[in-house]
């Protein structure tokens, strides 16, 4: 065998070397018509068109795209986002598919330049959202100084926007016109979505018909008589009623009853903080005077005048710093011992799993307030006072409770581009999905990544000691005995004051006037001289959708801005001419007598003259009326209770067909229904 190979090896070796010549040449064919992965089929549409797992992977550049430019887009659509579903990477992918189909089919998608443009639109947009949550915090600005916040926040968020998608193109290995044409598809989507609004439309007719039905008023003369006019006259409930009474309302919420009373209590915590009072390290800075002068030497342009007119001025930046770099270092101690303690802890979702020992191991607040100061002193060489500690643990505090707090009530925790109030810290108990919000709130784990912070500067770690679910009160004292005792005298003045509806309303009719009605309630009483007489708010002008003050009275007694009300003075007015003079109205009175129990209230009135919409009025608001009642339309329809560009209305529509599994033309298919 072996003298066969010599006698042959020239031959064989031509024959092997032609044959891996010839595999070689092969191999680049062979991979060119083997299938691609990414050109396998994941969906279906009714039409024919398939989505493949490349479309799905350039659905989720798109997304992560948006997601870096325009994070508002991620949202659901009440807070300014597509809504997408983001119940998988596939389904969001789909939906984001599928809207950019419709948004094409309906003409509203346009080019890269369109895309382009639209980074100074949400720029705009996103400018204004900042500026306006700014003025809501106390930031006081003259209109000249807003329209200036507003250009500079408008630069500064074009330039973020734009190297994010720089960026976003260079990750994705595209192009600008790529990300351009990204921006153009969303830009049509957002489009489509806004479209919804604009479906119905108005005949001349029909304008008036709907502009009649908003508009046309009825004036009235009107007062409330609250229920405690009479309250005097109830007595004092025993023991035993107010029990009964509270045990009617522990479980229920005000929403639950027409009184709106319910004592249900809201999730609820016990806290404790440490503060960094920034003052205080501003007064702790050494004032050296060679700094001073340096400063001032390194910034005339900012301390122009001579040294000794700056130096106020110098001394205030110094101080502002130095404490700033301070603080940043006590920030820095007070994680790391936290950090410490919890090194080597198995985390799920961000929520450490704490050793059952942990109440006698966690870092006491005290105990860090102390890190604190000393490791100022050990890096600046300054001597702090000790950090104030706050502990919370003998009562239950709800949000409000929380924001009436000084300090920390007004604090907030920076994540992002996002605030969350201190708070709301309660609200991370009550959370039945993943906490998503980068913040992780732990029962005996103190906050310290970030420290919530206010507008001094001041900064806050809290620690959450015990949590109380949201439940029924346990307890009256849950609620405070005098909290249920009023409630209940409430309800029972409001039950007498029923009582008299009828005689109310003939006292009414008989003299055409308010007041003996009036005079009625008030003689119910023994001692008449702690009684508030109400007042008659004369001429409101009372719409099917709101009331009016007109031009007789000061202002509408929110009591009787409410449907029972209006829906009463417009079923009094049936039959009556809409041009009837008052004079008429005068020579026959037509009353209304109205129970209103979430107020523990009875409304009386008594009709002055039916006030249709003019026809000036109707040029006037022509617009409005329209876009009103074309939402009332779409409301009616259920075209806003079932968004037709979700992701399920989208699919029923284009007969969307999901691909199960197997990835080859035979594979089983689901359809979304």
């Known amino acids: 065998m072996l003298k066969l190979i010599r006698k042959y090896q020239l031959i064989i070796l031509a024959i092997g070397g032609s044959l891996l010549m010839v595999v070689f040449l092969l191999q680049p064919v062979l991979t060119r018509l083997s299938p691609s992965p990414l050109k396998a089929k994941v969906a279906?549409?009714?039409?024919?068109?398939?989505f493949t797992r490349g479309d799905v992977q350039n659905a989720n550049v798109a997304i992560s795209l948006l997601k870096r430019v325009n994070p508002r887009a991620l949202g659901p659509r009440s807070a300014g986002g597509m809504g997408l579903n983001t119940e998988s990477e596939?389904?969001?992918?789909?939906?984001?598919?599928?809207?950019?189909?419709?948004?094409?089919?309906?003409?509203?998608?346009?080019?890269?330049?369109d895309g382009a443009a639209w980074i100074g639109e949400l720029a705009t947009a996103e400018a204004y959202i900042q500026v306006f949550t700014e003025k809501q915090r106390g930031l006081q600005l003259s209109p000249l100084e807003e329209q200036e916040r507003l250009a500079s926040l408008k630069d500064q968020i074009i330039q973020i926007m734009s190297r994010n998608a720089t960026l976003s193109a260079g990750n994705?290995?595209?192009?600008?016109?790529?990300?351009y044409k990204i921006l153009a598809q969303a830009r049509g989507?957002?489009?489509?979505?806004?479209?919804?609004?604009?479906?119905?439309?108005?005949?001349?007719?029909g304008a008036i018909k709907a502009a009649h039905e908003s508009w046309d008023a009825i004036a009235v003369n009107a007062a409330v008589l609250d229920s405690t006019m009479v309250s005097s006259t109830i007595p004092d409930p025993t023991d035993e009623e107010i029990q009964t009474f509270f045990d009617i309302y522990k479980a229920q919420s005000p929403s639950d009853n027409d009184f709106q009373i319910g004592y249900t209590q809201p999730t609820r915590v016990q806290m404790g903080w440490l503060t960094l009072d920034k003052n205080t390290f501003m007064?702790?800075?050494?004032?050296?005077?060679?700094?001073?002068?340096?400063?001032?030497?390194?910034?005339?342009?900012?301390?122009?005048?001579?040294?000794?007119?700056?130096?106020?001025?110098?001394?205030?930046?110094?101080?502002?710093?130095?404490?700033?770099?301070?603080?940043?270092?006590?920030?820095?101690?007070?994680?790391?011992?936290?950090?410490?303690?919890?090194?080597?802890?198995?985390?799920?979702?961000?929520?450490?799993?704490?050793?059952e020992d942990w109440e006698s191991r966690r870092p006491k607040l005290e105990d860090i307030a102390q890190t604190v100061v000393d490791r100022i002193k050990e890096q600046f060489q300054v001597t702090i006072p000790l950090p104030s500690v706050t502990m919370v643990g003998d009562r239950w505090l709800n949000a409000n409770a929380i924001s009436s707090l000084p300090g920390i009530g007004g604090s907030a925790y920076r994540i992002g581009s996002r605030q969350l109030p201190a708070y709301g810290l309660p609200a991370f108990f009550e959370l039945e999905e993943a906490n998503t919000t980068g913040l992780d709130v732990q029962i005996g784990l103190p906050l310290v990544d970030p420290a919530a912070e206010d507008q001094l500067g001041n900064r806050y770690f809290a620690i959450i000691l015990a949590v109380r679910e949201q439940g029924p009160a346990d307890t009256v004292e849950d609620v405070t005995r005098d909290q249920v005792v009023s409630d209940y005298k409430s309800i029972e003045a409001y039950e007498l004051l029923q009582s008299q509806i009828d005689e109310l309303n003939s006292a009414i009719i008989a003299s055409g006037t308010l007041e003996p009605a009036i005079d009625m309630v008030i003689a119910m009483n023994t001692d008449t001289s702690a009684i508030t007489r109400p007042g008659v708010l004369r001429n409101l002008l009372v719409g099917r959708e709101s009331i009016g003050k007109g031009r007789l009275a000061a202002?509408?007694?929110?009591?009787?801005?409410?449907?029972?009300?209006?829906?009463?003075?417009?079923?009094?007015?049936?039959?009556?001419?809409?041009?009837?003079?008052?004079?008429?109205?005068?020579?026959?009175?037509?009353?209304?007598?109205?129970?209103?129990?979430?107020?523990?209230?009875?409304?009386?009135?008594?009709?002055?003259?039916?006030?249709?919409?003019?026809?000036?009025?109707?040029?006037?608001?022509?617009?409005?009326?329209?876009?009103?009642?074309?939402?009332?339309?779409?409301?009616?329809?259920?075209?806003?209770?079932?968004?037709?560009?979700?992701?399920?209305?989208?699919?029923?529509?284009?007969?969307?067909?999901?691909?199960?599994?197997?990835?080859?033309?035979?594979?089983?298919?689901?359809?979304?229904?």
Not at 44 to 49: M, R
């Open 555 to 673: 202002f509408v007694d929110p009591r009787l801005n409410v449907e029972e009300f209006r829906n009463a003075v417009f079923d009094a007015a049936t039959g009556i001419d809409p041009l009837t003079p008052p004079t008429t109205l005068e020579e026959s009175p037509t009353s209304t007598v109205v129970a209103l129990p979430a107020s523990k209230a009875i409304a009386v009135s008594h009709l002055v003259a039916p006030r249709p919409i003019t026809i000036e009025r109707f040029r006037t608001i022509a617009r409005a009326v329209t876009n009103n009642a074309a939402q009332s339309e779409l409301i009616d329809a259920g075209m806003l209770e079932n968004d037709p560009f979700s992701f399920e209305s989208l699919s029923r529509r284009f007969g969307l067909t999901q691909i199960k599994e197997k990835d080859e033309d035979d594979s089983e298919e689901d359809p979304v229904q």
């Open 44 to 50: 279906t549409l009714e039409d024919g068109t398939k």
């Open 283 to 355: 007064n702790a800075v050494p004032v050296d005077r060679v700094e001073l002068n340096k400063l001032w030497r390194t910034s005339r342009d900012q301390f122009p005048g001579d040294f000794a007119l700056e130096r106020p001025k110098l001394e205030a930046q110094f101080r502002e710093k130095n404490a700033t770099d301070m603080m940043v270092e006590a920030d820095r101690a007070i994680r790391a011992k936290v950090v410490s303690a919890t090194n080597g802890f198995p985390s799920t979702n961000g929520i450490l799993t704490l050793p």
């Open 172 to 179: 994705a290995g595209g192009t600008m016109e790529d990300v």
């Open 189 to 205: 989507v957002y489009r489509l979505l806004g479209s919804v609004p604009k479906l119905a439309s108005f005949s001349d007719l």
């Open 90 to 113: 596939s389904t969001v992918a789909l939906h984001w598919l599928l809207l950019v189909q419709q948004a094409e089919n309906a003409g509203l998608v346009g080019e890269s330049g």
